[in-house]
């Protein structure tokens, strides 16, 4: 008796963000960005100056932290991401921030805390849910689960422009098609709930498609399922 659930997975940079949050305004959904709970969670262990591999403490933390995301009436920009009631929507993404949340991201009780949230605010349904997990943990009985994906030179190529729009400072190409290697390798070996397409999700390549083209593939399996 819930609202459907959309599940999208896949690895960084694969324009998983945009998508959902068009399929979600297309379908009038919710839309629930996963890896803002966790680069969240990093940006309060940086700013607490709680070491990486301090996982006691950084399992505290994360039970104790008050994550809050509230719609962003810029469709262009994500969800207002607050943590304790400041809002970090900015600061979480920063380079720094983005080089060390899949350390935090791979602490077993830093995950237990947030799936069980994630799972909570889904209860009812009715959101597009987007993350590494999504459709093989937090919610495995979603209606629809897309696994995205896009080479690795794509995504560091939309990484950079999304950079430049931010008016963040320059990275080159090559540095970022290494952090994306390596964020995906990390991802993708760790030992709990590692980035997989689940065996029913399916695998939609973006590789030279566009926003609207991905969105309408997405859309179009979701309205066949119902
Ligand atoms: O999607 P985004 O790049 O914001 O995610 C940041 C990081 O958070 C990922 O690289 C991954 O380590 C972690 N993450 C995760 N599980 C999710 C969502 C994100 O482990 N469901």
New binding site residues.
């Given amino acids: 008796d819930r609202q459907p659930i959309i599940a999208i ?1 896949g690895p ?1 940079g694969a324009g ?2 945009t998508v959902a949050r068009q399929v979600a305004a297309n379908l009038n959904l919710v839309y629930l ?7 969240a969670v990093t940006w309060l262990v940086l700013q607490k100056g709680i070491a990486i591999d301090d996982e006691c403490a950084i399992a505290e933390l994360t039970n104790q932290c008050k994550i809050e995301l509230t719609p962003n009436q810029d469709l262009q920009s994500s969800v207002r991401v607050w943590i304790d009631g400041t809002d970090v929507t900015q600061a979480i993404r920063t380079v720094q921030v ?1 080089s060390i ?2 350390a935090i ?2 602490q077993s009780a830093v ?1 237990q805390a947030l799936v069980k949230q994630q799972q909570n605010w889904g209860k009812k349904g009715g959101l597009v849910a ?5 459709g093989t943990h ?1 919610f495995p009985d979603a209606e629809v689960k897309i696994f995205l994906t896009a080479s690795v030179g794509e995504r560091a190529r939309r990484r950079q422009e999304d950079f430049n729009k931010q008016g963040q400072p320059e990275v080159s190409l090559k540095q970022l098609e290494r952090d994306i290697a390596e ?1 995906d390798w ?2 993708s070996t760790r030992k709990v ?1 590692p ?1 997989q397409k689940a065996a029913d999700a399916i695998e939609v390549q973006t590789d030279g498609l566009n926003i609207s083209e991905v969105t309408a593939q997405i859309v179009n399996y979701y309205q066949q399922r119902l």
């Fill in positions: 997975d960084a998983k963000s960005d996963t890896g803002a709970m966790y680069r983005t949340v899949s991201a791979a995950r987007e993350g590494r997990d999504i937090v964020r990390k991802d709930s980035l």
